[in-house]
């Protein structure tokens, strides 16, 4: 299969409205049939190739992000996408509307045949997710926004003939009003510094959990955790649908100075800096 072909530079035209319920429907189809991709290559051995960062990269990524692709095009002609694999220009301007996609956020983990990796596509509008999609295969775990504040989680096993969201039996997601005195804290199983362990040092915490991908930012949206602080360097599409769910579960993604946590910073080449997730 080919890639579908892309735009180089965003749109000058933007759609007036975007509806979610809609693209969580389309979406939730086309992270089942990327799921099953990913699944192809799980069990047996996986090639590894290394991109200009020395980040990891496999065919599963690229098989992925073909689907999500096709069905992004499908979906939002007009809007812009800017996905991991094919994202070779991260400084030109993006405009208000765009969507970040990561095909395979948590390669690493997928390369050690772990569970915690996943399929994120967000929606950013103005500086912030508007919309996300994360889906992590292995678990059979889809969270998604369906509405501006409501996220929905729902068993969905990999299918390459894709899926339809009614059908399945959804969840609110909430986050809990976390104990100050006895918090549960996510760190990065790949990327634990100093600093995070400094940072967490200085809070009451009773648990700590690692984990890998977007998974951190749905274990808070459930309400089975508190706390997600990440120093280490992140790109926009690791955390932008994440961060949505998150968000739309009524929890938070700050930046160093309290500011909401914001996209588009091309100037930056999409590199993302320090930032904390919390639950309520």
């Known amino acids: ?19 979610l319920a809609h693209a969580a429907n389309v979406l939730t189809d086309a992270v089942a049939k990327a799921g099953a991709a990913i699944m192809a290559h799980y069990a ?26 096709e069905a992004l095009e499908a979906l939002a002609p007009d809007i812009h996408i800017v996905s991991e694999e094919t994202a070779a220009d991260r400084t030109t301007p993006l405009g208000s509307r765009f969507f970040l996609v990561d095909p395979l956020d948590g390669t690493k983990e997928f390369i050690k045949k772990r569970s915690d990796f996943t399929v994120n596509v967000a929606l950013i509008e103005d500086g912030f997710p508007r919309f996300g999609i994360v889906y992590a295969p292995a678990r059979s775990l889809l969270a998604v926004t369906t509405a501006d504040g409501v996220a929905m989680e729902a068993e969905l096993a990999p299918d390459a003939s894709g899926a339809d969201l009614s059908s ?4 609110r997601l909430h986050v809990r009003a976390g104990d100050r005195s006895a918090l549960t804290a996510l760190v990065s199983l790949s990327h634990l510094d100093p600093e ?61 100075d309290g500011a909401r946590f914001r996209y588009g910073k091309t100037e930056k080449g999409l590199l993302n800096p320090s930032f904390v997730a919390w639950s309520r």
């Open 1 to 19: 299969m080919s890639a579908p072909k892309r735009t180089t530079t965003p749109t000058v035209a933007e759609p007036v409205d975007f509806d």
């Open 44 to 69: 047996g051995p996986t090639d590894v190739d290394f991109k200009d960062d020395a980040s990891p990269v496999t065919q599963a990524d690229r098989d992925a992000e073909i689907v999500l692709l």
């Open 168 to 171: 399945l039996k959804q969840t």
């Open 196 to 256: 995070t362990e400094k940072f967490l040092d200085a809070l009451n915490i009773a648990e700590r959990t690692g984990a890998g991908s977007s998974v951190k930012f749905l274990e808070i949206a459930r309400g089975n955790a508190d706390v997600y602080p990440r120093f280490g360097p992140t790109m926009e599409w690791d955390t932008a649908a994440g961060q949505a769910v998150l968000e739309a579960a009524g929890g938070r993604v700050l930046d160093a």
